[in-house]
């Protein structure tokens, strides 16, 4: 098979994985070597696919056989779809012939399961090995482990890696028994352990005065869960993450919509992906991070699911409406961040204005606040709104989106220009 | 009124602001005249330039730090505004107006500065690089590219290929300034016409082959992608010409997938580590 017809499959095979990020690398660049690549600044895209999507990374399988049926995916072993295997030399010299080019910010690879976990692992290190070693490779590189491979292999895997993952697939085990038998969520969760001891244990090495500079390691671990594949809440995803991002330190949760593909499971019958959930998703978890709000605010048990019309501030402001109008000449920092429409940005760039002057709409409107949003909701020096306004019904209807902009449906009339296309952005 | 003739240089302006000020001249007497853009003017000029000797007033180290990304932006009006935020902070007594975020003219400020950062970062992110051959004497692969910035942000932008391609000779060529690295200096020549550049690489053919294959046809979002990988980049992409028809295909290539026979569960094969987990899932058998 030519190298042409294998990139071909092996990206397709990958191309369901959602991370995509090279930042948070450790600071390192080529000067002075022979060879090419840096890392440490923010990440780079370097191109977009037309689904939106980033492209940073050479992001491909070494091989999509599999001997694990995850029944989500293209690659698992009753699928009949091609098996195609890259040698490790190929993927080092497609690796470098596309960073010299400026197409990528390094390579993400991932590989099926053959033989074993160990087997695997030791194919994909191999790869990592040679660009550091023999072709002093100083761009990013992420490699997805496996949790059930050798403590030993991962941590050799995170040498050579700025990032590794695991993906936990699914929020509960419940889950992952019926559609990917051979995944275990304790495994998963020991793994990861094990992986945020390394990477702090070189964090503190790093920190000892006069001690000499530790070998390096990951900065970072991410992982990834599936949604909408199967019956899990909205609360049940969210705590879960949560649950990661404290208990692991994980950089990134990523959430991707269980997407059609080709060679479908008679276990799981494909459906339209759920952008618009996927994305309410990340709206919860940035909420959660940067808004300082509970999961346990954002969702509750009488509603597990986020309202996919309105962005989980602007569907808490209206539960809470008691707390509001909120002044913006007066209120705390954690107050406004509660405002809808307002961002981390506008509220520090407020806080730092109102200690010049009373602010009034003008000035928020030079911010390019989302006037229509925000105006319910805010006290200015020239601005109350009227209780009528916050309290009647017609407030939640003010901010639903346009009824047809919510249907999902993806097997209506063929494609029509842009109109179709933002009904499946789910951009509301 | 007093024209105040300079190169299209932060040390220019920055020069001719000291004096300005030194004589009291307000911003609202001033007409900014950037001299005849010839590259040539700025060619041979060193960068940042020797100080100059005229006592400078004390200005916070930010508005340096806005006025160096400023300079770059290619609007000719960015002198005077730069100029009067200069006269507001030494002599209107507003020491503070940077972090007056809702001031008009911090504002357009701020919305330049921002115009020229991204535009940096695109030009990081959007660069092609094509294989024009290896030097015979060093052994070392040549590589030049072509771009179209629409800032004076070559001189900004080309430390990062210098730290990112150290180990490879690399050009970036602009029609207004070129970059140059030798594995030893960094240094710049004056625009070039596109036809300077090469038209191809071999290697493109295998990059349009991971584009079209990791497009995933059932998340169309092209407003999303055209957010971030604005049109008017596209010419200089090699990957961009399949843009259209990825899109065209989409609806055909889902509509397929939804429609296609669920299939059965294949039986694990013989495999020892299979055999393993399954232990490790159920201890009891
Ligand atoms: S382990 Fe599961 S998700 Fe990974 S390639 Fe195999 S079948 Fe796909």
Redesign the interface.
Known sequence: MD??RK???L??A???DASCASSGAARK??????????TG??G????????????SL??ILLTNAC?Y?C?YCINR????VQRARFTPDEVVQ?TL??Y????IEGLFLSSGIV???DHTMEQVIEVARKLREEH?FR?YIHLKTIP?ASPALIERAGRFADRISLNIELPTQTGLTRLAP?K?LA?TQEAMGHIRGKIEERLADKRKPDAPKPPPFATGQSTQMLVGADESTDADILQRADALYTGYRLRRVYYS?F?????????L??K??P?VREHRLYQGRLAAALLRFQVSEIVTPDAPHLDLALDPKLSWALRNRAQFPADINRAPREALLRVPGLGVRNVD?IL??RR??R?RLG?LL??RVPMKKVLPFIITADHTPARLDLDGDTLRQRFLPPLQQMELS??GP??SA?D???V??G?L | MHTAHIKPTLESWREEARTLLARGVPPDAVLWCQAGDEPSLFQAESFPSPAVDSPAPRVPAAFMDLARTLAAHADERRWGLLYRLLWRITHGGERALLSVPTDADVRLVEQWRKSVSREIHKMHAFVRFRLTGRDEATGREQFVAWFEPEHRIVRLAAPFFERRFAGMDWSILTPEECAHWDGERLHFTPGVPRSAAPSEDALEKLWRTYFKSIFNPARLKVKMMQQEMPKKYWKNLPEAPLIPELIAESGDRVRNMLATEELEVKPAPQNAYLESLRRKDNPEL
């Open positions: 190298l042409q990139l071909e499959i990206a397709d990958a191309k369901y660049d080529s000067r002075g070597s022979r060879g090419v690549g840096s600044g923010v780079i895209c370097h191109s977009y696919a037309p689904d939106g999507r980033c492209i050479l992001k001997l049926d029944h072993r009753s699928s009949n497609l012939d596309f010299k080019r400026n197409y033989q074993s976990a002093h761009g059930e051979e275990n495994r919509g997407s059609p593909i080709p060679e479908p499971s008679k276990v019958p494909i339209p992906p952008l760039r730092a204005a010049h002057c602010l000035d030079r911010l993806l097997d063929p494609p842009a179709n296309a933002s499946r952005t951009e």
